[in-house]
C-alpha cells in the first residue's frame, strides 16, 4: 500500500509523536512529509484543504481525505489496521476513552508553561507557570497515572486493552517519557506507585518496532519547543 502522509512540525515530538509511535509499532509505511519537505511545505498543504481540512498537524493526508486530531488519527488506524487497536467493538470503544484521556493530560501538560496565554512565551508567564506547575505535580499526576495504572492491572494480561498491545499502550509510553522529561525530581518520587503503568512502559519500550524507532534517528529528542519542556524550576519531588 502506499505510504500515508503524515504532516506535523519537523523539530519536534508534540502530539504527532502519538501517531508515530503507533505506526511505527505496527510497522505502517509513512512519510513524515514536514521533516523531508520543511515548515514552509506544511503550511502550504494546510492552506490547500478548502474542505474539511484540518485545524492544526497532526494529520494523516490520503487520496480523497484527511484525518486529523491524534485521538481521531489512531482510531482510524485502528479501524484499517488490526495491529494498531482492538477488533472487539466495545474494546475498541474502550481504548478510544482512554485515548481522549491522554489528549486531556497532554492538554494539562502544555498549559503548565502557557497558563495564562497559549500566545505568550514561558518567560513572559513564569510565575503562573510555577504556581501551575505545583497544582499539576502535586494532584494531576497523581490522578491521570492512578486512572491509567488501574485500566492496566483490570485487564487480562499485559496490556491496556485486550490481549494484545494497542494504541493506548504507545500513547502511555509516550507519556511516561514525557513527564520523565518535563517532572524527572517528581516521576522519581511517584512512579513506584504506578508499577502496572511503569512496566506496561517497560513492554512498549521492548516491542521491535518501538525499540528500532527510539534507536533511530527518526525519533526527535524531547526539547523546549515542544509539548513536555523540561524548566527545572518548575520540578520538584
Known amino acids: 500500500m502506499e505510504p500515508y502522509r503524515l504532516w506535523y512540525w519537523p523539530s519536534i515530538q508534540g502530539r504527532g509523536e502519538f501517531v508515530r509511535l503507533a505506526m511505527e509499532a505496527a510497522h505502517i509505511p509513512y512519510v513524515d512529509c514536514a521533516r523531508d519537505e520543511g515548515v514552509d511545505a506544511l503550511i502550504d498543504?494546510?492552506?490547500?484543504?478548502?474542505?474539511?481540512?484540518?485545524?492544526?498537524?497532526p494529520y494523516l493526508s490520503m487520496p480523497g481525505f484527511t484525518v486529523a486530531?491524534?485521538?481521531?488519527?489512531?482510531?482510524f488506524l485502528a479501524s484499517r489496521h488490526d495491529a494498531v487497536g482492538p477488533t472487539i467493538e466495545a474494546d475498541r470503544f474502550w481504548a478510544q476513552q482512554l485515548q481522549?484521556?491522554?489528549?486531556?493530560?497532554?492538554?494539562?501538560?502544555?498549559?503548565?508553561?502557557?497558563?495564562?496565554?497559549?500566545?505568550?512565551?514561558?518567560?513572559d508567564q513564569k510565575d503562573e507557570a510555577a504556581r501551575a506547575a505545583k497544582g499539576f505535580r502535586d494532584k494531576r499526576i497523581p490522578k491521570f497515572l492512578g486512572y491509567f495504572d488501574k485500566a492496566v492491572r483490570h485487564n487480562e494480561g499485559?496490556?491496556?486493552?485486550?490481549?494484545?498491545?494497542?494504541?493506548?499502550?504507545?500513547?502511555?509510553?509516550?507519556?511516561?517519557?514525557?513527564?520523565?522529561?518535563?517532572?524527572?525530581?517528581?516521576?522519581?518520587?511517584?512512579?513506584?506507585?504506578?508499577?502496572?503503568?511503569?512496566?506496561l512502559h517497560d513492554r512498549v519500550a521492548d516491542?521491535?518496532?518501538?525499540?528500532?524507532?527510539?534507536?533511530?534517528?527518526?525519533?526527535?529528542?524531547?526539547n523546549t519547543d515542544g509539548i513536555f519542556r523540561y524548566y527545572s524550576e518548575l520540578d520538584a519531588a
Request: proline residues 7%.
Open 45 to 57: 498543504d494546510m492552506k490547500g484543504h478548502d474542505r474539511r481540512g484540518p485545524f492544526a498537524p
Open 69 to 75: 486530531q491524534v485521538a481521531d488519527i489512531l482510531f
Open 100 to 123: 481522549l484521556t491522554v489528549t486531556d493530560v497532554v492538554a494539562e501538560v502544555h498549559n503548565v508553561h502557557h497558563p495564562v496565554a497559549l500566545d505568550d512565551y514561558y518567560d
Open 158 to 199: 499485559d496490556w491496556t486493552v485486550g490481549p494484545r498491545w494497542s494504541h493506548v499502550d504507545t500513547s502511555l509510553f509516550q507519556l511516561i517519557e514525557g513527564l520523565r522529561y518535563m517532572f524527572p525530581k517528581r516521576m522519581k518520587a511517584v512512579e513506584g506507585d504506578y508499577p502496572a503503568l511503569v512496566a
Open 207 to 222: 516491542l521491535p518496532g518501538i525499540a528500532a524507532y527510539l534507536e533511530s534517528e527518526r525519533r526527535i529528542a524531547f
